[in-house]
């Protein structure tokens, strides 16, 4: 909204600018006219064609700046607004994959690696998107290590993990309270988004990690 009523008054006030500078030289043609000499008396008046359409040129020139501008800003808060769809759509389908995980290990079902490829394929590829809004960065070097091999024995683990991992971000009160945080509280805003990130960069290697394994026992299963 700042950026449309920016944009809106600036163009607003380019064409009153033009209004008024054409209301201005008006008056000053009437008064010209109630005082001027009489026809044929005194010199002819100068007139510079030049100036006049450059003058033209320039006024236009600023009435077509503010409406590209104005243009501009309208997109921008369209695309702001597609940014905050995908990235509402995107947290909740990682809360309901991993809903799905948790129901599957809690009733003790065989591991369907093919399924498991596919949530956690879902689950890395939303989590990756999100932050590419996100920019969420590690607080030390660990969190930039390379992935270790995950055994077939620890498969099970590793999701219970992934649901943890899920669970801590998606609760994260950064994520949740940013519309009503005060002065006084900012260290705490910035204790739980450091935190978000670090759950957001581990969600995004975990998920990962177990999506290579699952592929690589699925066609044997």
Same mark, same amino acid.
Request: aromatic share 4%; net charge positive.
């Given at each position: ?8 008054? @600036? ?19 009437? %008064? ?12 002819? &008046? ?6 006049? $359409? @450059? ?16 243009? =501009? ?7 702001? %607004? #597609? ?6 759509? $995107? ?22 690696? *093919? ?10 590829? @939303? =989590? ?11 607080? $030390? ?12 024995? %620890?498969?099970? &683990? ?15 009160? =950064? ?15 910035? #204790? ?16 990962? %990690? ?8 699925? &066609? *044997?299963?």
């Amino acid at each position: 909204m700042k950026f449309r009523l920016s944009g809106t008054r @600036r163009f607003l006030g380019c064409v009153g600018s033009l209004f008024i500078a054409g209301g201005f030289t008006g008056t000053v043609w009437a %008064q010209g006219s109630a005082t001027a000499p009489p026809p044929g008396a005194g010199a002819p &008046g100068i007139i510079n064609p030049r100036a006049a $359409d @450059r003058q033209r040129q320039i006024n236009e020139g600023r009435l077509r700046s503010a409406e590209m501008e104005a243009t =501009a800003e309208l997109e921008n808060q369209k695309h702001i %607004q #597609e940014v905050i769809v995908h990235m509402k759509e $995107d947290f909740t389908r990682i809360q309901v994959v991993r809903n799905d995980i948790a129901r599957n290990l809690v009733a003790h079902k065989p591991l369907d690696y *093919s399924l498991i490829f596919e949530q956690t394929g879902e689950i890395h590829k @939303r =989590a990756s998107r999100m932050n590419v809004y996100m920019l969420a960065h590690a607080p $030390d070097s660990k969190e930039t290590e390379a992935a270790t091999d995950l055994p077939q024995e %620890q498969m099970v &683990g590793a999701l219970v993990r992934l649901c943890k991992l899920v669970d801590s971000f998606t609760e994260n009160p =950064a994520l949740k309270n940013v519309a009503t945080v005060d002065a006084n509280g900012l260290d705490k805003v910035k #204790e739980d988004k450091a935190r978000a990130d670090k759950d957001l960069l581990a969600i995004i290697k975990l998920s990962e %990690q177990i999506k290579k394994k699952a592929d690589s026992f699925r &066609g *044997s299963h």
